[in-house]
């Protein structure tokens, strides 16, 4: 027999199983017999009062509180339930009989629930009867409740509920009033011992973590190398949480991807999924924690995964990764926790050690940062098509690129590390005298259509800029020389250069310029800034120019990222041709992403512009397709390249028509026609344009358009084409109700306003009886 003191030491300080349970119940009931119940109350009471010399006690306890019931009630099994305030759940750890799992479930849901909330017993002679009962707990065990009795934990004097017993499957019912006043006192008891247990192991789970917290942080925070970093975090995460495999995804945030090149457990490879698709991509996206106890019974989970590796999921636990900025930066996901799925307590251990590795990862990519843009700018001087040499303070050379040491007519050993005033002597000595100047002035210089010796004795012609170079104190560090071989071959591409992109220059510097063209089927921009006269006279002469160079500078960009070649600028207005000198099969298309992007960069130029104080701009494009003359033309000494034809005129007249529409962009039928891929499109009109008989159909492409400049478009655009299928067919009354139906979609949409004025016009004064629904233009705009 072992005595009351025996007892209580074992409960405190060893981790007892069911067995030793029982063992413990069958002493008591023997050594007491008839005092049997009161004598495990002041077992329980004596335990609370030793409460904080124990690590062990919670589990002890909820196995004794679980079979001393059960055998008082004669009930096949127990389960207890305390409140977690942290989850808002109710959670058991312990079954009597012989299954034993972690049961969590909502505060208010079940026979439990319903304990908790009102405080009282509640009695189920036959469980299935009960609305209240939840049979899928006995659909997860296997195991059948035939009936129940269920009790609330309360503290006293205050009466607040911290836990529910639930005694199942009690051999007889209703139970003898003694042993109902019996259950009531032990659970009463108990409750004060088991919330007191129950405060003590959150306190001293939370030292522990907090202690084994610091010693990982500490090894982590010494590692700046991203991908070991990774490794050691993986490391530590599978041992905080004893599970078998661990993956650190990172946010790839220039292809929206997530993307791994550890995970412990698998083999070393990089993974890379969308940032939205899967359980991970779930995780990132919301940033919402996900736990998965049964993998296989998710529907997120893709077992096609567990399929092609051999490797069995059995649960999941995926956190985000969130910086300090509380910005997103990746996903932890582990899985197969050891003994059983992730807890609420396994969530805490990972948040609160991801917010540590966060910091981590942070500082590895800074550094990785630093890195890569060393090697960048190393690559980038290797790379530069200009030479470049820099120095430092006292003229010693430090770095020279390829470029540079080509036109020094050096090898690297004759000038790296050597000072400039040893490098550039004789003729060359006004080099030095630039870089004193500059490196003590702060101040740049540049040397246009100059020429160096060589150290081979050779003149050559260059463009030379001399800039200072400071530190992050602002302090002079040295100088730097850019030098611009000015060799005939680069003159020509330099010049070309400005008209169109590379690759054509460089297919045209391949043919002799020779005066002459070809008839080439091409496709013509033509842009304008409207009302630039009244513009540039508010504006004046220097603020106009300046203004002009700001908008030419992004929209000649735009022109030569889509192929486009600039033919002229006329004034305030604008031509690019796109389909020569070679044509890519999607000539028209890349005329139309040239004026979207147009538009939709204009509305950020005129953004800052407005924030500024200055004035906005408008701009009307047109685009037409035709046969045209295209070619070198003027004489021997001046020659341009350039097209000549109808389709450039076409081009200027629909532009000038933007106007009388309210368009921004218009394009010709021929064009239209001429599309591979789709766009936001209506039909505006069939005009004939001055000097021309034939009627052209002309299109508006409304891709630029947001919700807010253009609402309901696609209704409105549907509105439209039937209103002009009616004002053709001179049905006046019915094009007008498609059209005002329209404008009430899109008030600031002119077009159809400007079609209801035609209509009543019309509807008064009738067309001739051959009209054939044309409009006719009058001027050029």
């Given amino acids: 027999m072992q005595s009351s003191a025996q007892i209580i030491h074992r409960i405190l300080t060893e981790r007892l199983d069911d067995g030793e349970i029982k063992k413990i119940v069958g002493s008591v009931r023997d050594t007491a017999g008839g005092d049997y119940s009161r004598a495990l109350v002041e077992i329980l009471e004596q335990v609370a009062d030793l409460l904080n010399v124990s690590e062990r006690l919670l589990d002890n306890l909820l196995q004794l509180l679980v079979e001393v019931t059960s055998d008082i009630a004669g009930a096949e099994r127990g389960t207890l339930f305390l409140v977690d305030s942290e989850s808002g759940e109710l959670f058991s750890r312990v079954f009597g009989g012989e299954a034993t799992e972690e049961i969590r479930f909502p505060l208010e849901k079940g026979i439990a629930g319903a304990v908790l909330a009102s405080g009282e017993i509640r009695v189920c002679e036959d469980a299935y009867k009960d609305p209240l009962f939840n049979q899928e707990i006995d659909l997860q065990t296997g195991y059948q409740t035939r009936n129940m009795v269920c009790l609330p934990l309360s503290l006293q004097p205050s009466g607040m509920v911290i836990g529910v017993l639930e005694l199942i499957n009690v051999a007889q019912l209703p139970l003898p009033r003694e042993k109902m006043v019996v259950l009531e006192k032990v659970t009463t008891n108990s409750a004060r011992v088991l919330h007191n247990a129950h405060q003590f192991e959150q306190i001293q789970q939370a030292r522990e973590n907090e202690s084994h917290l610091l010693e990982i942080t500490s090894v982590i925070s010494s590692e700046l190398q991203l991908k070991p970093l990774l490794e050691k975090i993986m490391e530590a995460v599978i041992m905080i949480l004893n599970c078998d495999r661990a993956t650190i995804f990172l946010h790839d945030e220039k292809n929206n991807q997530l993307w791994s090149q550890v995970a412990l457990g698998m083999r070393d490879q990089e993974i890379r999924i969308p940032a939205n698709r899967g359980i991970a991509g779930e995780v990132f996206t919301t940033g919402n924690t996900v736990n998965i106890p049964d993998a296989y019974k998710d529907s997120r989970f893709n077992q096609e995964v567990d399929r092609k590796t051999g490797y069995r999921t059995h649960n999941i636990l995926c956190m985000p990764l969130i910086n300090k900025h509380g910005v997103r930066i990746g996903v932890t996901q582990v899985l197969n926790k050891r003994g059983g799925a992730f807890s609420r307590q396994d969530e805490r251990k990972l948040a609160s050690f991801s917010a540590q590795a966060c910091i981590a990862i942070e500082n590895a990519k800074l550094f990785n940062e630093v890195l890569n843009a060393q090697h960048y700018s190393e690559s980038i001087l ?222 950020k130029f005129n953004a800052e512009r407005m924030l500024n104080n200055k004035q906005t701009i408008n701009i009307g494009i047109g685009i037409a397709t035709d046969n045209v003359l295209v070619g070198n033309i003027g004489s021997m000494k001046r020659m341009d390249y350039t097209v000549i034809g109808d389709g450039v005129n076409l081009a200027s007249r629909l532009e000038g028509a933007t106007k009388f529409y309210h368009a921004d962009i218009l394009v010709s039928e021929k064009t239209f026609d001429e599309l591979k891929y789709r766009y936001q499109t209506r039909e505006v009109d069939m005009i004939r344009v001055k000097g021309k008989n034939r009627p052209v159909k002309v299109f508006e492409i409304l891709d630029h358009h947001d919700r807010q400049s253009f609402p309901n478009l696609e209704q409105v655009v549907e509105l439209t084409h039937r209103g002009i299928d009616l004002y053709r067919q001179q049905q006046w009354q019915p094009a007008i109700a498609e059209f005002e139906a329209a404008i009430k979609l899109n008030r600031r949409d002119e077009l159809c306003k400007m079609y209801v004025g035609r209509c009543y016009h019309f509807e008064k004064n009738p067309p001739a009886p051959d009209w054939d629904g044309v409009w006719t233009m009058t001027s050029k705009s």
Avoid at 560 to 569: R, V
Wanted: charged share 25%; net charge negative.
């Fill in 382 to 603: 290797r790379s530069l098509s200009n030479g470049v040499i820099s120095l430092n303070n006292m003229r010693r050379i430090e770095k020279c690129n390829g470029i540079a040491l080509r036109i020094l007519g050096a090898e690297e050993s004759q000038v790296i590390g050597k000072y400039a005033d040893i490098t550039f002597t004789g003729d060359n000595h006004w080099v030095v005298d630039s870089l004193r100047r500059v490196i003590a002035t702060n101040d740049s210089d540049n040397f246009i259509d100059t020429e160096i010796t060589n150290l081979q004795g050779k003149k050559v012609s260059v463009n030379m800029t001399v800039v200072p170079l400071r530190d992050i104190q602002d302090q002079p560090m040295g100088g730097l020389v850019i030098l611009e071989d000015l060799s005939v071959e680069k003159r020509l591409k330099g010049t070309l250069a400005r008209y169109m992109t590379k690759e054509v220059a460089d297919q045209l510097m391949d043919c002799e310029a020779q005066l002459g063209g070809q008839m080439r089927e091409l496709s013509i921009l033509f842009s304008d800034i409207r009302n630039f006269t009244t513009i540039s006279e508010q504006l004046g002469p220097q603020e106009t120019v300046s203004m002009l160079n700001d908008y030419f500078s992004g929209m000649v960009d735009i022109v030569f990222h889509h192929g486009g070649i600039l033919d002229k600028f006329i004034g305030d207005a604008m031509l690019a041709v796109f389909g020569a000198p070679f044509s890519t099969g999607e000539d028209a298309d890349r005329a139309l992403a040239t004026a979207i992007e147009m538009m939709r960069t204009l509305r």
